[in-house]
Every structure is written in structure tokens, then in C-alpha cells.
């Protein structure tokens, strides 16, 4: 069921660019919430936020599939932890929407503002932090994978801001991936809490389908070009990309605090 709002042609064309930069850039690092999420809230104050994020995981499941797909052919997901960690994030996610409802999420945004400056700092020190792999997987990595899908599917589904870059330094330091293995394996994740928020969302409200769609189908063509220049710049393009995104989250982040957003 759409919500039944009136798109103008135009609004389609800005939403649509919003969505393929948004998607550009969630494929290469993860954060592209961060780009269509405040551009959804400004553009359209007076629709209700399920209808709204709900649109925006429509959006950006389209993309992340599509980076899935392409980084799936290029580098060596090592599926026997990154699937366990993908169903227990599906899980994760419909709980931690779930509590949004008797939870304030505004709680969260200290915490999450000091874990993004440790991660930062962590990354900014270790120059060789991600450059190459590390060591071997385990079959222990197994059950550290779903008590890992699970702690971040539930803050994707509560909070969300960050969840591509807690994905990717989580990958990197636990699991001792790369950067650029790190953020093909996290685009599975992404799939599951994805498809675990929309069913969350719609079943709370009517989503806007159609624009939903629209930028679907942007926010694939930009994670085409995303992943295209991933692979082909490689693991230190992808650490650049991941600190530029972590720092902007941070100063995103400080600056809600400071003005009571």
C-alpha cells in the first residue's frame, strides 16, 4: 500500500541523484543513510518516519544487492561466517525495531558518538590497519560471527547511524579481513537487516512505493559505480572512503547533540 503522497516529476529527478550518490557511496564503505535519510526528513516533514525509513531501506536494498552481487564475483566472501552473521543481523534488526517503541533512541547518540571517535582514532594510528588480511578464519569465528550479526542487526534496527562502518572495522579487527573483503562481506549484512527493517516499517504504515522504487533503481545504478571503483582502486581507496565517512558521522553525530536534534 502506497501512502498516497503526490511526487512532482522534479522531485523525482533530485531524489533520484540523492539515491545514486547515496548509493555510490554505500557500496564502496557503507553510510548512505546518511545521505538519503536527512534529504527524506527535510523534503518531506510531514510524513511520518516508519513511512520514511521504510522508503529509504527500500531504496538502499536495491543497491546493496547489487554491490553484493558484483563484489560476490570479484573477492572471496568467506560465507560460512559472514551467513550466520547475516541471519542473526536479520534477527537482530526486527528486535532492535522493535524496542524503538519503548526505548528513547536520542539515549544512544553519546555512546555511539564515542564509540565512532575510538573507532576513528583505532584506524587513524594503525596506518596498516586493514591493508592486508591478518590471519586465517576458524570454525570459532562461526559463533563469534552470530553474536556479532546480532549485536549490529540490533542497532541497525534501533538506532542505525553507522551500522556499514561498526560492519567493516568489525570485519577488519575480529575477523582480521582487509578493508575492501571487509566491505563485500559487510554488504550481505546490510541485505539481511535491510530486508528485516522493511518488513518492520511496512508493517507499521504505508511506505511511498513508487519513490521508494524510483530511487531503487538510482541507488543501484550508483552502487554499480561504487563497487566498479572499489575493486578498482582496491583496499586503500576503501580505507580513505571508510575514515572520510566515519569522520562525517562523527561531526553529524556532535553537531545533533549540540543543537537538540
Given amino acids: 500500500m502506497d ?14 541523484a540523492v539515491a545514486f550518490f547515496a548509493g555510490m557511496v ?3 564503505v557503507g553510510g548512505g ?3 538519503q535519510i536527512p534529504v527524506l526528513l527535510s523534503h518531506y516533514p510531514q510524513v511520518a518516519i516508519p513511512t520514511l525509513f521504510g522508503t529509504n531501506k527500500l531504496s538502499s536494498i536495491a543497491g546493496t544487492s547489487a554491490a553484493l552481487w558484483r563484489y560476490a564475483r570479484a573477492v572471496s566472501i568467506p560465507w560460512a561466517v559472514v551467513v550466520p552473521a547475516a541471519l542473526a543481523a536479520l534477527l537482530g534488526a526486527w528486535g532492535g525495531a522493535a524496542v524503538v517503541v519503548w526505548l528513547p533512541r536520542d539515549a544512544m547518540r553519546p555512546l555511539v558518538l564515542v564509540m ?5 582514532i583505532y584506524t587513524f594510528r594503525r596506518k596498516d590497519f586493514g591493508h592486508a588480511e591478518t590471519r586465517e578464519l576458524t570454525p570459532t569465528d562461526r ?3 552470530i553474536a556479532f550479526g546480532a549485536v549490529i542487526g540490533f542497532y541497525d534496527g534501533f538506532f542505525g547511524p553507522g551500522t556499514g562502518s561498526f560492519l567493516i572495522f568489525g570485519f577488519v579487527r575480529l575477523f582480521g579481513m582487509d578493508f575492501l573483503r571487509a566491505s563485500a ?3 550481505l549484512i546490510n541485505v539481511a537487516t535491510n530486508v528485516s527493517a522493511i518488513g518492520f516499517f511496512a508493517s507499521h504504515g504505508p511506505l511511498l512505493w513508487t519513490l521508494g522504487l524510483v530511487m531503487a533503481v538510482c541507488n543501484l545504478a550508483g552502487a554499480h559505480v561504487g563497487t566498479w571503483l572499489a575493486l578498482r582502486r582496491g583496499t586503500a ?3 580513505q572512503a571508510f575514515l572520510l565517512v566515519v ?15
Fill in 185 to 187: 562481506s559487510a554488504k
Fill in 33 to 35: 543513510g546518511l545521505i
Fill in 116 to 120: 565512532m571517535l575510538a573507532v576513528a
Fill in 3 to 16: 501512502s498516497g503522497l503526490a511526487v512532482m516529476p522534479l522531485e523525482f529527478m533530485f531524489l533520484g
Fill in 143 to 145: 559463533w563469534r560471527a
Fill in 26 to 28: 554505500d557500496a564502496v
Fill in 237 to 239: 581507496f576503501v580505507r
Fill in 247 to 261: 569522520s562525517v558521522l562523527i561531526a553529524k553525530l556532535a553537531w545533533d547533540m549540540v543543537k537538540g536534534g
